[in-house]
Every structure is written in C-alpha cells, then in structure tokens.
C-alpha cells in the first residue's frame, strides 16, 4: 500500500517541475490541515447560529471583522515582509537575517497592537451605541480587543512558518486550532448547561486564539533553538514593508469593510445572514488560500535567484489547476445552497442570493489565481498598492451607495464586482510587467 502511494507521487513528479511538484506536496498537506480547520470552523459556526440565531451571528461577525481590521491595520504590512525575507534567508542558511527579521516584527506590530488594543477599549462604547447603534456590540468586543497582542504574535510566527517552507504548521495556527479549541470550549459550556448567550461566545472565542498564541510560541522556539544575539532592522524592513502597508490597508478597503459598512444599512440579523454567506462564499478560495501559502516562498526564491522560466511554468500549471477545481464550489452553491444554508437555520436560507454573488466574486479570485503574491514577491510592491488602493477606494464609494439603494443585496453585488476587476486588472500587469502569462495563453495562435 505505502509503495502504491510512493509510485503515484513519482508518477506526478515525472509529469511536472519540481518546483510545481512541491508547491502540490506543500499545498497537499496544508490541504488537509486547512480542511480539517474549515470543518472545524463550518461546525462551530453551525452550532453558534442554532444557539444565539442571525442577530446573535451578526453581532459576533461585526466584533470579529473590527478586530481583524485592527490587526491588519496593526501589522503594517509586515507579514508578506517576514516570508519573503525568511524564505530568501533560510534558502541561504542565515540564521541571523532570521533571527533579526522576527525581533523586529516583535517590537514593532507588538508595540502597535497594544496602543491600538487600549484606544479601542477605551472608545468601544461610542463604537456600539453611537456609530454602529447596536448595545449588544460592546462587551464582545471589549472581550475580542484583549487578545489582540498575543494574536499578532500568532500572525508573526505563522508568517515565519511559511518562509520555513513549514506550510502546513502554518494553516494549522492561523485556522484549525482557533476554530477548533473554541469548538471544544464550547461544546463543554453547553454540555454542562451554562446558558450560552453573545458574551459566552465572545469569550470562548477570546480563550480559543489565546491558546494558539501561547502554543505556536513554544513551537516556534523549538525551531529555533540556537541562540543568536539578534538586532532589530526597523529601517531596512519598514522600507519594504511601506508599500505592502498600503496594500494592507487597500486589502481592508477590498476585502473586510463589507459586513461594517453594511452594519450602517441594516440590523444585526441582516448582518449575521451577510456573515454566513459570506463565509460559505470564501470556501470558493480554499483551494487558493492553500496555494498562495505554499507557492510564495517559491516565487520569492526563484525571481531572486533569476529563474525566469521555472518560475513561468510553476505559476502557469498552479493556476490552470486551480481554475478547474473552482468550479466545483460554484456548482454546488447553484444547485443545493438553500439546503446547504438551512443547516445553519430555516431563517438563513434568505441569504441564498447573497450567497451566490459573492461566490462569483470568489471564483473570479481563485481562477485568476496568485496574482496578488506574484507581484509582491517579484518587488512590484508599489504597483500592487496603487491597484489595490484605487479599488479599495472605489469599493467603498460603490459600497455606500448599492448599500444605501439595495442594503445587503448591494454590498453583495459591490463585493464580487470589485473583487472580480482588482484581480483580473493584476493579471494584466502580471503579464505587463513580468511578463509572466499565468495560463500560457500568449502562446496560442490565432
């Protein structure tokens, strides 16, 4: 049997690159950790839905996107910082460069969280009853904000995991043990009948991420048990981590500002239905959150080493793969969403349509593929900011007014339209300023 499995991924190695073959062995473990981590995630929000309904849902997803918005705010850019310049020192053995790199991340997301952490505190009250009118907001997310520390040190190491190559162990930090150990915590509470109500959650939520943050730091060190006088190097990673910032800040504008935005245009159940949508719309991405993890110290590698052509055939084969698997969500939605949303709770099958939308979106990201990293790893940094800056500006205008005229159908609408052009206008520049053709097609005759 284990010869019969070694042969198959001879066979697969035969066919393709080695550098393609690892980002598929890579992206297969990472894979099933991320698998068990969405299954883990897809049952703990199944079993919060059924316990505290939509409007409970609603106000959890608001907490959790302001504090997410926080963090990324926060971290300034920084992560896809630690896994290139991991990636490129470990490929040469400098441990020094490795060890400054993280000592730097430390003191300064660290420094910054925790400032952002006590004003949040602090202006929480005027966040829930006056901004977003909504009581019920404010003692979750006092709750959440007190774990943002140890949560940014949990994005600092698994960033270094991935320049490590230690994909899977990073899936496994930033998703699975999360959803996981809440999951279990939860599942304690109401098996000993404690009446689950938003603050409960709230703060088995809290409990969950701070038990990663202690268990990844441990590991961590495990890894790097050799002892070396580190320095920090502010100035040489904040010059390369600036433009990366804005590229956060535009991801914010993108990617995270719907569910707050639409928290202005509707009540918390409207919120909470948006919310799971949403979510079931992101597996459309699984596939691609997994690739991105793996291929990035790669690109990072071969552009630096001046592997044009390894590198063009890498990208091309990951990309036509993840076109093809794509589908398979988006058909799955079309036909059997209302059942699928209805495990969560009759009341949620009216996100159907919402449901749909979204993962159009989806799907145009994952078909185009790493385009995002691509450039990041390559030193487009500024390019890929002012892309991502101009359609996070644009998302929040068409945002505010589809909202105001279609409530959460609109920001539905305005979500997928904007992911589905930022993604497909990197592509051009890809093929622009890189002269990479992510699916070969300049090659074909007309």
Do not use: C
């Amino acid at each position: 049997m284990i010869n019969k499995i070694l042969d198959y991924f001879k066979k697969i190695q035969d066919r393709t690159d080695i550098h393609t073959y690892e980002v598929i062995t890579k992206s297969s473990s990472a894979m099933i950790v991320k698998l068990i981590g969405m299954i883990a995630g897809l049952i703990l929000s199944i079993f919060v839905a059924r316990l505290i309904g939509a409007e409970g849902v609603g106000i959890i997803s608001l907490s959790n996107k302001i504090v997410a918005i926080i963090l990324i705010i926060g971290l300034v850019g920084m992560p896809a910082v630690i896994i290139k310049e991991v990636a490129i020192a470990k490929n040469k053995n400098d441990l020094q460069a490795i060890s400054n790199v993280m000592k730097t991340a430390y003191w300064l997301n660290g420094s910054i969280i925790f400032i952002l952490s006590i004003v949040i505190i602090l202006i929480s009250p005027w966040l829930a009853n006056s901004v977003f009118k909504k009581p019920d907001l404010l003692i979750p997310l006092i709750i959440m904000t007190v774990v943002m520390t140890p949560q940014v040190f949990s994005r600092i190491f698994s960033s270094g995991l991935i320049g490590f190559k230690k994909i899977w162990q990073s899936n496994l930090v930033k998703k699975t043990l999360s959803s996981s150990i809440s999951g279990v915590l939860l599942f304690i509470v109401w098996l000993i009948e404690i009446e689950i109500t938003i603050i409960i959650i709230a703060f088995i939520y809290a409990m969950g991420r701070l038990i990663v943050a202690i268990s990844i730091g441990f590991y961590w060190k495990y890894l790097n048990q050799i002892k070396i006088q580190s320095k920090t190097i502010l100035r040489k990673l904040i010059k390369t981590a600036l433009p990366l910032y804005v590229v956060s800040i535009s991801g914010i504008l993108i990617n995270q500002l719907d569910i707050i935005i639409l928290a202005f245009f509707a009540d918390a159940k409207e919120v909470g239905l948006y919310a799971v949508a949403s979510r079931l719309a992101l597996l459309t991405i699984f596939f691609l959150q997994i690739t991105n993890s793996a291929v990035s110290p790669k690109i990072a590698y071969l552009f630096a080493s001046k592997n044009k052509n390894e590198l063009q055939t890498m990208i091309q084969k990951t990309t036509r793969i993840l076109a093809v698997i794509s589908i398979f969500p988006m058909l799955t939605y079309l036909f059997f969403g209302n059942h699928i949303l209805s495990i969560w709770g009759e009341e949620f099958t009216n996100a159907f349509q919402i449901l749909i939308v979204l993962s159009f979106g989806q799907l145009v990201n994952t078909v185009t593929g790493a385009v995002g990293q691509i450039l990041i790893m390559t030193g487009e940094e500024v390019l890929q900011s002012k892309i991502s800056i101009f359609f996070g500006i644009w998302g929040i205008i068409q945002a505010i007014i589809l909202g105001y005229f279609f409530g959460v159908y609109g920001i539905a609408y305005s979500q997928a339209i904007n992911i589905s052009m930022v993604n497909i206008v990197k592509s051009f520049y890809v093929y622009k300023r890189l002269n990479i053709d992510i699916y070969g097609l300049s090659k074909i005759k007309f």
